[in-house]
């Protein structure tokens, strides 16, 4: 995976990573049943918290008051 940062010019998203040590080379298919729940759960997920999430989320900056 070090060259993958490279080529993006970031370290890779968990999802990335997952998808490059989980799928079968030159295909979209996961090695197993077990690859493919995951990601299920985790869109699901995302999917899930990712309104809830979104009208709450605010950002801190270093010296504000909130």
């Known amino acids: 995976m070090e060259g993958e940062h490279h080529k993006l010019e970031r370290p890779p998203t968990f999802r990335e ?3 490059r040590t989980h ?3 030159g295909t979209d298919d996961y090695v197993n049943e077990s ?3 995951i990601v299920t759960y985790e ?5 899930r918290y990712a309104r809830a999430l979104s009208s709450q989320t605010w950002i801190w900056r270093p ?3 909130q």
């Open 17 to 19: 990573l997952f998808d």
């Open 63 to 65: 010296g504000s008051t």
């Open 43 to 47: 869109r699901t997920m995302a999917d």
């Open 23 to 25: 799928k079968r080379k």
């Open 35 to 37: 690859a493919h729940t």
